[in-house]
């Protein structure tokens, strides 16, 4: 199956910096990528919907300005934390979807970013 | 309201058993329905995906069923070993277009020796 990777794996910051977390798609083209938080115990939560080229779309409740996406490229989506707060602390994965191979093919998942903010 | 349940959020079995995890979902039209497996502080790897048209799909030990009139998935392990033990998770699309997947909460799988 196709790989995704994430970076980091696990960080730590102080309250109030920013964070930025990098998604890729390792050997496929990924047209839309998805990005989901999960607290302890938790379902994944779908946080935005990101396609190559145009700007992110955020669920509901979820503050764009605080949750950067940019997905420059086929390969490549990054999510920034901004002025990130103990609140914000999760299990961040990113998942790649590539259209072209049809509206069914799976989405494959990012080993995901533990997030710890102080 | 909009809502998919999975029957249990801890199932133990005993090595050799199936294991027989379900997922039921409410206001929901999805065109497919997948099925992930998540080991702890991992991210979820695809097990499974079966189409709305589809009534079952099977993959080795791994067996899926589909009722859009109850609203339903089963997913079955047979001859269930340790290394099978696991958070299950379902997850499917809200509607016909989507393809942003909502989850359920898991079923935690353990298989004793």
């Known amino acids: 199956g196709a790989v995704v990777s994430q970076h980091p794996s696990r960080v730590i910051c102080k309250s109030g910096t920013s964070v930025k977390i990098e998604c890729r798609s390792l050997?496929?083209?990924?047209?839309?990528m998805f990005w989901y938080r999960q607290f302890p115990k938790q379902s994944l939560m779908l946080m935005a919907t990101?396609?190559?080229?145009?700007?992110?779309?955020?669920e509901q409740g979820v503050e764009k300005d605080k949750f950067l996406i940019n997905h420059a490229s086929l390969t490549l989506s990054t999510l920034t934390v901004t002025s990130a707060h103990p609140e914000d602390s999760s299990f961040y994965i990113c998942?790649?979807?590539?259209?072209?191979?049809?509206?069914?093919?799976?989405?494959?998942f990012g080993p995901g970013t533990r997030l710890t903010v102080l | 309201s909009q809502k998919i349940e999975q029957n249990s959020e801890a199932l133990n079995i005993q090595e050799g058993k199936t294991a027989t995890l379900t997922c039921n979902y409410t206001?929901?039209?999805?065109?497919?329905l997948q099925w992930y497996r998540q080991d702890p502080g991992r991210g979820p790897v695809f097990l499974l995906l079966?189409?709305?048209?589809?009534k079952e799909k099977r993959k080795e030990r791994l067996k899926v069923t589909f009722d859009t009139t109850l609203k339903q998935s089963l997913f079955h392990i047979t001859a269930s070993q340790p290394a099978d033990s696991a958070t299950y998770l379902c997850?499917?699309?809200?509607?016909?277009?989507?393809?942003?997947?909502?989850f359920g909460k898991g079923t935690t799988l353990s298989v004793s020796s």
């Open positions: 998942s790649a979807h590539n259209l072209e191979r049809g509206a069914f093919a799976e989405q494959f």
């Open positions: 050997d496929f083209q990924a047209t839309t």
């Open positions: 990101s396609n190559e080229g145009s700007k992110a779309t955020y």
């Open positions: 206001n929901y039209s999805p065109a497919y």
């Open positions: 079966i189409r709305e048209n589809e």
């Open positions: 997850a499917l699309t809200a509607n016909q277009a989507g393809t942003a997947l909502i």
